[in-house]
């Protein structure tokens, strides 16, 4: 379909509903019954959601890129004005989705669903009124009575009030749940599941002492979320925009000198004690000495670790290292593997960063609203680096409710754009000595965890430190049993970036992994 001359359109928002009944079965299914094509400014609009709304309702799904074959019957009987601004819009989403931009699957539905309510009783409140003030006008108030009667039938469709007794509303809901709609992204491997998948309308936080890679931890949330074809947000507070490129850069390219690196891997403790006898071990001399110590990594150690039982119930898990030589990143070669993760994953990730200490959530949500109106980009996952500095939200609250009102806007924004709200707490100074993060050790308000669905704790003991390795935590989670201290330990590199090179959740009882005491 070759692009034609383009008409504007009287609203933005008139072109994203039909943008959401073209690519979306959820959408078509809860919008198409309530909406007509009389609301629209545009006719041309009006025309090609009809099209839809018949499409889905023939074949219970939305029509994609089937609503160019139905262009191509239909243009003939469409005025050459309508003709060409249907033709232009079919021709921009074709090239979007060619892209890679969007798919019913990588949209904000839930989101967009909001929007599209609020306009329709906008459009149906402002042609109500335009109809009874001429009624009005020519004294005939009885017709305008009906007429306004009449709006308050069609309002309770767009009010919000369901019966859960509806077939209807009980099919769609467990359709839904088959579906996992409401998952936006999981972490890889072990720590995914662990952790579960991340969704809509969470407030998820991070508790840390200081220094434990809070900021390493929500920049990989939102890595990980752009991976799985999400949009996500990141909001510094504190850090300049520099530091920002440089932090999200080095995760994506390992950022490397010209040297070699001491890489953490996972091992077993019968493998490094040499207690193991199966034939599938892969390494023959043990690492601990007749104390059971573990020496400080020398690369001409000839011990190598071993994982060929990883995931039975024999594997103790512990850890160990391996070289790695390293060439510099040249910027040719950063670009290069950027531009192709782009390729790969869309180009769905937007940052800002503000002077520390300076914004609030008010200004903080101005700004993503501008981006939204300005580029269409809403956000599927919104990372906050970090709530505890965030300015108040009213001057007025001070103390402990200043942080309870912020925490409590923060999930309201959640709630509101329907997204995933990932933010990071520092925990009591108690809490740096201590081998697991808890509850108790939340700073200032504890009602920051009861505002929240689920918090996750960073535990790192110098000797973990030593052995690059933490351990993540739930301490906190809305609907589901958690257990405190069980964790999930994973592997990092902090000077290239990673924060999450492997991770490792056993599936029966805990083994004690770490020393505290090292030699060489």
Known sequence: MGLLKRREINSEMEEKILTGLIISNQFCRDIGKIISKEIFNATFIGIAVDWCKDYYKKYKTAPKAQVKDIFEVEKKNLDDADRIAISDI????????EQGEF???????????????????ERQLQTVAKSISKLLDLGRVQEAEKILDSYRKVSITTAGWENPFDPEIVKNFFVDE????????????????????????????????TKRGKTFWLIESAIQATFQRKKALFISLEMSMHRVKKRFYRRLTSMSENREYVIPVFDCLHNQDDSCGKTIRTNHIALLNAEGKKPLYDKNNPYSACTACRGGKDFAVATWFINEKRNKTTANQASKLIKSQAAQFGSSFRMISYPAYSANLKRVRSDIQTLIDMEGFIPDVIVIDYADILAPEDAKIVGRDRIDETWKSLKNMADEIHCCVITASQSNRQSFDKKNVTQQDTSEDIRKIANSDMFLAINQTPAEKRESCARISRIAVRDGDFDQFDDVTVLQQLSLGQVLLDSYWPMTEKFSTFEEDFFI
């Open 90 to 97: 079919l021709s921009r989403l074709s090239l979007e989705y």
């Open 103 to 121: 798919s019913d699957e990588e949209i904000n539905i839930d989101y967009l669903k909001d929007r599209t309510i609020e306009y329709i009783k």
């Open 178 to 209: 088959m579906a996992q709609r409401d998952i936006i992204f999981q972490f890889p491997g072990d720590i995914g599941r662990f952790i579960g998948p991340l969704e809509r309308n969470w407030l998820v936080g991070f508790l840390a002492p």
